[in-house]
């Protein structure tokens, strides 16, 4: 059942960056209108005709997507508790209870919906509706992350990196937001008759790239003191993420150099979507508490293992050790083994304690 619910899972992110890159056409091409009813489309039809033009298509499309979304998360509900009724363990009902929060997101995003039509698309519900979005795939990449990695396990990082992790984690919520304000100042908040915030957007732009500079650095520092300390895990996600947001600094200043064309618009949040996820990935590279001793009997440990090229050490809910992100290659598993037996040992009963 676990693969399927890691698909589903998986599906889960895909639907809901894909239905905030179709949400975003539909503003930015003025079709919010497109289907002038709901749930049908027309008075005599649940799908657009063909005098409605590219706005019916591309409304009706995204409410579609709504539909994709809402069954996909079902599906990925009832799969989640089938498979705690049969486990019965604490993974299967964090998997529940994550898979209950992204099905949840669907009717908060339709309530965050309504509130948008009755404040006449108020740039601050708007803005919300995109940040909401931006916490469904939070829950979304946790219940794929858990899914993928079974059970929970507590990675050997030293502690500042871990904080550091958590700070660019901040700041990277703080661009996006900051983005949603930019965007409720400037040309394509809402539609053309809708408020704006009233901030100018030339200074919240020069605030917003300012910030990503920030982020920029910051993920920079985490790939370097990453390597550093051999958290090769950590280094490639800090790395990726790097990419990422270099591609999305190059759509933000060339669509605000030209004009701010609906196309480039419609790519920057689709970018922004993908440096969430890259820093929920980095972010879930660190995850897990673990206290000083078992930092200094592990982070050993691990640089023996890093040393010999396997993967990084982590240890699991009990606090046994294990290594991941690699494959064991069998000819030196038995080495790595009679290493970990001997810090095992020092701690007398064969596990790794706090
Ligand atoms: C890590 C990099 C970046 C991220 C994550 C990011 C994120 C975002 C987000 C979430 C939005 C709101 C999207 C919407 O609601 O439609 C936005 C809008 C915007 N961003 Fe960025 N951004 C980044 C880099 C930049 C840079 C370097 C610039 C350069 C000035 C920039 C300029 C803009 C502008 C002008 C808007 C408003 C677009 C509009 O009118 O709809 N962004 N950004």
Do not use: K
């Given at each position: 059942?676990?693969p399927l619910l890691?698909?589903?899972?998986?599906?889960?992110?895909?639907?809901?960056?894909?239905?905030?890159v179709?949400g975003g056409?539909?503003?930015?091409?003025?079709?919010g209108?497109?289907?002038?009813?709901w749930?049908r489309?027309?008075?005599?039809s649940?799908v657009?005709?063909a005098?409605?033009?590219i706005?019916?298509?591309i409304?009706?499309?995204?409410?579609?997507?709504?539909?994709?979304v809402?069954?996909?998360a079902l599906a990925?509900?009832?799969v989640?508790?089938l498979h705690h009724?049969r486990e019965?363990?604490?993974?299967?009902?964090g998997l529940?209870r994550?898979?209950?929060g992204?099905?949840?997101?669907i009717?908060?995003?339709?309530?965050v919906g309504?509130?948008t039509?009755?404040?006449?698309?108020?740039?601050?519900v708007?803005g919300?509706h995109?940040?909401?979005s931006?916490?469904?795939?939070?829950a979304?990449?946790?219940?794929?992350?858990?899914?993928?990695?079974g059970?929970a396990?507590?990675?050997?990082l030293p502690?500042p990196?871990r904080q550091?992790?958590?700070?660019?984690?901040?700041?990277?919520?703080?661009?996006?937001v900051l983005?949603v304000i930019?965007?409720g100042s400037?040309?394509?908040?809402?539609?053309?008759d809708?408020?704006?915030t009233?901030?100018?957007?030339e200074?919240?732009a020069?605030?917003?790239?300012d910030?990503?500079f920030l982020?920029?650095?910051l993920?920079?520092?985490v790939?370097f003191?990453?390597r550093a300390?051999g958290s090769?895990?950590?280094?490639?996600a800090?790395?990726?993420l790097?990419a990422?947001?270099l591609?999305?600094?190059v759509i933000?200043f060339?669509?605000y150099?030209?004009?701010?064309?609906?196309?480039l618009?419609?790519?920057?949040?689709?970018g922004?979507c993908?440096?969430?996820?890259?820093?929920?990935?980095?972010?879930w590279?660190?995850?897990?508490a673990h206290?000083?001793?078992r930092?200094?009997v592990?982070?050993?440990?691990?640089?023996a293992?890093e040393?010999?090229?396997?993967g990084?050490?982590?240890?699991?809910?009990g606090?046994?050790?294990g290594v991941?992100?690699h494959q064991?290659?069998p000819r030196?598993?038995e080495?790595?083994?009679?290493a970990?037996?001997?810090?095992?040992?020092?701690?007398?009963?064969?596990?790794?304690?706090?």
């Open positions: 059942m676990i890691r698909r589903l899972a998986l599906a889960n992110i895909i639907a809901n960056v894909a239905i905030v179709t056409a539909v503003r930015l091409t003025g079709s209108l497109g289907c002038p009813t749930p489309c027309t008075d005599a649940y657009p005709n005098e409605m033009g706005h019916g298509v409304e009706f499309s995204n409410r579609m997507l709504g539909w994709v809402g069954v996909v990925t509900l009832v989640a508790f009724r019965r363990t604490a993974t299967s009902r529940s994550l898979a209950l992204v099905f949840l997101g009717p908060a995003q339709g309530v309504g509130i039509v009755l404040t006449d698309l108020n740039p601050w708007v919300l995109f940040l909401a931006m916490g469904v795939l939070v979304a990449y946790a219940l794929w992350r858990r899914s993928v990695d059970r396990t507590r990675t050997v502690g990196l550091l992790v958590q700070v660019l984690t901040a700041v990277s919520a703080a661009v996006i983005g930019v965007t400037g040309p394509h908040a809402g539609d053309a809708a408020h704006r009233g901030l100018d957007p200074i919240v020069q605030f917003h790239a910030v990503v982020l920029l650095g993920s920079a520092a790939w003191a990453a300390t090769r895990r950590t280094a490639r800090a790395l990726v790097v990422v947001e591609s999305q600094g933000g060339v669509q150099f030209t004009g701010l064309p609906e196309i618009v419609g790519l920057h949040m689709l922004a993908l440096v969430w996820l890259a820093t929920l990935s980095l972010l590279s660190t995850r897990g206290d000083g001793r930092e200094a592990g982070g050993a440990a691990a640089g293992e040393e010999r090229g396997l990084e050490l982590q240890l699991d809910q606090g046994r050790a991941v992100g064991v290659d030196v598993e080495p790595v083994a009679a970990r037996h001997g810090v095992e040992g020092a701690l007398g009963d064969g596990q790794l304690r706090g």
